[in-house]
């Protein structure tokens, strides 16, 4: 598995922004109402067109941080995986997601080669499908949960609010307000 060592891993545990708001972004998961995760998903997919438009696509701010590129094949990653991940919680009784090195995906998916024209429809299609997926969530569904490898234990209605943070902080990082 290959690595870009010009850009840290990410190793934190995120999922304390389920408890506080984000220091960084400013977001605030705990006002985030499940059932309009899939229009939050949409509205932020839609934000990332401008940001796939801009002429420093391509340009990292620092050598050892991403480029909007980066991070816009990231979100359209997320997005998909995190597809997968609600399908598997509200199919699969006590649901187990297997471990994803985000920062392995990006090299061998080649994030810093991709085409910004092909990317911003792959993340809208990617979001629309996730948030449809969101919308048609209803009652005990919000409860069904889900494990990840590392042990953190999630319900839908967490999942739908750690979910979001990721792309609307992500956003935040390419200098663009969520």
Not at 156 to 165: D, E, G, M
Request: aromatic letters at 10%; charged letters at 25%.
């Amino acid at each position: 598995m290959a690595v870009d060592p010009t850009v840290p891993g990410d190793a934190k545990d995120w999922t304390w922004v389920l408890e506080q708001v984000c220091p960084e972004c400013g977001f605030d998961t705990r006002v985030v109402d499940p059932p309009q995760v899939g229009d939050l998903i949409r509205a932020n997919a839609a934000a990332w067109q401008a940001v796939l438009a801009r002429a420093d696509v391509r340009t990292r701010p620092r050598p050892d941080v991403w480029s909007p590129l980066e991070y816009a094949c990231h979100v359209r990653d997320v997005f998909e995986l995190y597809d997968r991940r609600l399908e598997l919680m509200l199919t699969t009784d006590e649901a187990q997601f297997q471990n994803w090195d985000q920062d392995v995906t990006a090299v061998e998916r080649r994030y810093a080669e991709d085409d910004p024209a092909a990317v911003g429809p792959a993340l809208t299609a990617n979001a629309e499908q996730l948030a449809s997926r969101f919308d048609s969530v209803a009652g005990d569904a919000w409860d069904r949960t889900g494990l990840r490898s590392d042990g953190a234990l999630f319900t839908v209605s967490s999942f739908s609010r750690y979910l979001i943070h990721d792309p609307v902080h992500h956003l935040w990082d390419v200098g663009t307000a969520p």
